[in-house]
């Protein structure tokens, strides 16, 4: 059951990524919706209201009312109130986040590890020259390690896996 609660926790800081939801209020024209839109366009995911299950992030709909290209000339055209919203991933700032949680995380399983030691026994050497260590010495020196490697694995997983700015479209929503 342990080992099983470990492979859990494991798999779900490895896969887990921070996102920023917001609504705003839905784009009334293609216009609107390009000015809200940021420059670096090949980060950005369109989200599409329907249909639900489509594997896609923007399947083609049909053409109804105001229309907006979906990624240059002669691609099917989609209906701006079709589109759910959009996400825009940024990697640097998921290696931020990433080391943040990779030194807390790391730091903190390292002391508890090195807690776990415990102190060292009395001092045997009858010439003086004994170097004891308490719990929390080896705990402090084990966290340092720790954070030290989390920082490292937390900023790779974060790269990897990134931060999402996750921008939902809402007709009820304050302006932007």
Known sequence: ??????????????????????????PANLADLEARMPRQRDRVTLLSARPPEATSALPPLPVTGDVAPAAGAGVPLVDISNLRGYEVKNRAFGSL???????????????????????DGPCTND????VMFSAADKGFVFGALGAWLGSMAGSLIGFGVGHTNRTIFSDTAGSP
């Open 97 to 119: 986040e990433g080391l943040g949680i990779g030194i807390l995380v790391g730091g903190l399983v390292g002391f508890a590890i090195g807690s776990a030691f415990g102190s």
């Open 1 to 26: 059951m342990k080992k099983l609660a470990i492979t859990t926790a494991l798999a779900v800081f490895l896969t887990s990524a921070c996102t920023t939801t917001r609504q705003v209020r839905r």
């Open 127 to 130: 010439d003086g020259g004994c």
